[in-house]
């Protein structure tokens, strides 16, 4: 791939496998103008690599094959993985604030890829809230017990770091 197009497919990795293009825009760390970014996703999807899966207005895309962005997340370095997923999550942080209750899960993934402890373990505990009090007593136990071994995760990444 083209140095754009591969930096984009990678970026969008760090989102997940369905990822807006708002979003994508918003995270990008070069700044692309959006008819270049819209002719990197047009040509990604032209080569099998994405799909269109939501229309403008919402224009979102989903990896083909799960497979292809793990790939592409791996060839990111750790600190580009770190860094995106906090933009990642200060994006939805600042875009999504009045709906940031349907997002507790997914700000607490991506505040623990961040390596921000605090802000994954308080999302763990919203979202495992929010699931006790909705009946799902699975997914709340799940929530809950998360916290501490990603504090634990976290810090083992940063001692193999040193």
Not at 11 to 29: C, D, E, K, N, Q
Not at 62 to 91: G, P
């Amino acid at each position: 791939l083209p140095p754009g197009q591969e930096l984009t497919l990678k970026v969008a990795s760090v989102i997940g496998r369905l990822f807006a293009v708002r979003l994508l825009r918003g995270v990008h760390p070069i700044e692309v103008d959006t008819r270049v970014l819209g002719g990197q996703l047009d040509d990604l999807a032209r080569q099998d690599f994405t799909v269109l899966e939501i229309p403008e207005p919402d224009l979102a895309y989903l990896f083909k094959h799960i497979v292809t962005q793990e790939v592409a997340y791996s060839l990111l370095l750790y600190a580009q993985r770190r860094q995106l997923h906090r933009s990642v999550a200060e994006c939805y942080e600042r875009t999504q604030a009045e709906d940031l209750a349907s997002l507790y899960p997914l700000l607490a993934y991506h505040w623990g890829r961040a390596e921000n402890a605090p802000k994954a373990i308080d999302y763990l505990e919203r979202a495992g809230e929010q699931a006790l009090h909705g009946g799902a007593y699975q997914e709340a136990a799940r929530f809950f017990a998360e916290a501490p071994n990603l504090a634990g995760e976290i810090e083992h990444f940063r001692t193999l770091a040193r």
